[in-house]
């Protein structure tokens, strides 16, 4: 099943902001347990995105949002290298590295940063913030799976 016909399974409307700020936190925030931990959370299951080489859990997928009106964006960066990307408002098994980079950036105002699976170290995206209270992930979404 594509992972934009999983998506629509889950709509917009439960856990999906709809807009305003959102605070940031700026250290690098890993869960290896993310899996096991939320026992308070009730949304579904089966809601887990996967790194696609190593299977580790790298958020939900209700946790996708809209960025500039829409969850999927295709972006080609300066090395003409095209990338179909999905925005997603948290992703705690990503680690973030390397400096805030506002050049180049396909969201105006947002700079952004590596997002690498903690585990395998695949390079899965990007983490935008701005103005140090929004921020998103922007994943690359043939680099991710899901059950
Ligand atoms: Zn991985």
Redo the contacts with the bound molecule.
């Keep these: 099943m594509d992972i934009l016909a999983a998506m629509a399974e889950y709509p917009y409307d439960t856990h999906v902001s709809t807009g305003g700020e959102r605070f940031c936190m700026p250290n690098k925030i890993l869960d290896p347990d993310l899996k096991t931990r939320d026992a308070d959370d009730t949304r579904p299951g089966k809601d887990f995105i996967y790194?696609a080489?190593?299977s580790?859990v790298i958020g939900r997928i209700s946790d996708r949002t809209e960025v500039n009106g829409s969850f999927d964006h295709h972006c080609t960066n300066p090395h003409g290298i095209n990338f179909h990307v999905g925005c997603f408002s948290q992703a705690l098994g990503c680690a973030i590295s390397g400096q805030r980079m506002a050049a180049d950036s396909w969201f105006p105002g947002f700079r952004w940063r590596i997002a690498s699976?903690e585990?395998?170290q695949?390079h899965l995206g990007w983490y935008f913030d701005r103005r140090d209270t929004e921020f998103f992930y922007g994943l690359i979404l043939d680099r991710i799976q899901y059950e």
């Design positions: 790194c080489r190593c580790t699976c585990q395998c695949t």
